[in-house]
């Protein structure tokens, strides 16, 4: 994906995503995705704020599972395991001698 085909390449994701599971596959790879490939976090960020609004991507259970929810789920769980590795696996600084 690139900031030239993210226009032709959305409307097929969004058409993609017949199911709340199809949807969380298409959140998780856009979440890795920006990860790993920083020079297009703007590209990503673009892309969820495309899905994100009403009409940008189906929503399920009556409206209570969209595009938004699953993202902001994702984001959270994402953080809360990148801030538990970090307090668990990394020790502490040693103090700085004044």
């Known amino acids: 994906m690139t ?3 993210i226009d032709v390449l959305a409307p097929e994701l969004r ?3 017949i ?3 199809r949807m969380r596959e298409l959140v998780n790879l856009i979440v890795e995705k920006a990860s790993l490939e920083a ?3 703007t590209m990503y960020s673009n892309l969820c704020a495309r899905f994100a609004k009403d009409g940008g991507c189906p929503s399920f259970a009556d409206g209570r599972v969209t595009f938004r929810s699953m993202l902001l789920a994702e984001l959270h769980r994402s953080w809360q395991e990148d801030y538990l590795y ?3 696996t990394v020790p502490p600084l040693p103090p700085v001698p004044l």
Do not use: R, W
């Open 15 to 17: 058409d993609d995503v």
């Open 3 to 5: 900031f030239e085909s």
């Open 39 to 41: 020079g297009f976090v």
């Open 19 to 21: 199911s709340p599971a």
């Open 86 to 88: 970090l307090h668990v």
